[in-house]
């Protein structure tokens, strides 16, 4: 295991349209975290969760987004009704509780 | 509410030159601190943390120094490299790490 796998890498999608991004924890970490980033910001916190359990969700999670961790392994976020605003970078994080988190390289999204 | 602010970039040195990047830190409780680098390109990469008060974390010739009387934790490097070129970004996590809140970043460049 070499460490968070996300995909895609990039996306472009209509205004409108759903889409869905998965992210790949290091195998043994029972957290996962997911981030988003905007151009020359750093990144914000959207949710995590332990095993399958999504424990805390961020305001900035509006309910198109939708997150989940069904096997307490991989995770998948998915936004509906795509909008301009959700254009960023989502990034992925998976740590052991307690200690620190590692990153993937994340998925750029360009909603146009 | 917890944050981190970091000084404005970009920070232009040439090699071997002294870095230091400005962070403080806001929180109700009692942070561990850390310091990621983002390569271009490239996710996150934890570069240093320090969990308490008075701890160093230090890491590639790096180093910073959790000093909760001023609250913050300033990032140096001695004779920085052009491989060293790179946005860096504080962060704080509070609670067991169950998320991490990050400054905006700092883009370091670093010209031979």
């Known amino acids: 295991d070499t460490g968070v796998s996300q995909d895609p890498r990039h996306k472009i999608t209509k205004r409108g349209q759903n889409v869905t991004f998965r992210c790949d924890p290091i195998s043994e970490h029972n957290r996962l975290y997911w981030y988003r980033q905007t151009l020359g910001q750093g990144p914000e916190f959207l949710t995590y969760f332990q095993n399958e359990a999504q424990l805390e969700k961020s305001r900035l999670l509006s309910d198109r987004f939708s997150a989940e961790r069904p096997k307490g392994s991989f995770s998948t976020l998915e936004i509906q009704r795509t909008e301009q605003g959700d254009s960023a970078m989502y990034l992925c994080a998976s740590s052991l509780e307690g200690s620190e988190a590692f990153f993937g390289q994340g998925t750029r999204l360009t909603v146009v | 509410g917890d944050s981190v602010t970091q000084m404005e970039g970009p920070v232009t040195l040439s090699e071997e030159a002294f870095l230091t990047i400005n962070c403080t830190y806001t929180?109700?409780?009692?942070?561990?601190l850390f310091w990621y680098v983002q390569y271009p390109g490239e996710g996150l990469q934890l570069l240093l943390k320090a969990t308490k008060a008075d701890d160093k974390g230090s890491n590639k010739g790096f180093e910073a120094t959790y000093r909760k009387e001023t609250t913050s934790f300033h990032l140096e490097k001695g004779s920085v490299q052009v491989s060293d070129s790179a946005v860096y970004f504080c962060?704080?996590?509070?609670?067991?790490?169950?998320?991490?809140?990050f400054g905006s970043g700092t883009k370091l460049n670093v010209k031979p």
């Open positions: 962060a704080l996590s509070l609670y067991n790490f169950n998320k991490f809140y």
């Open positions: 929180a109700t409780g009692y942070p561990s």
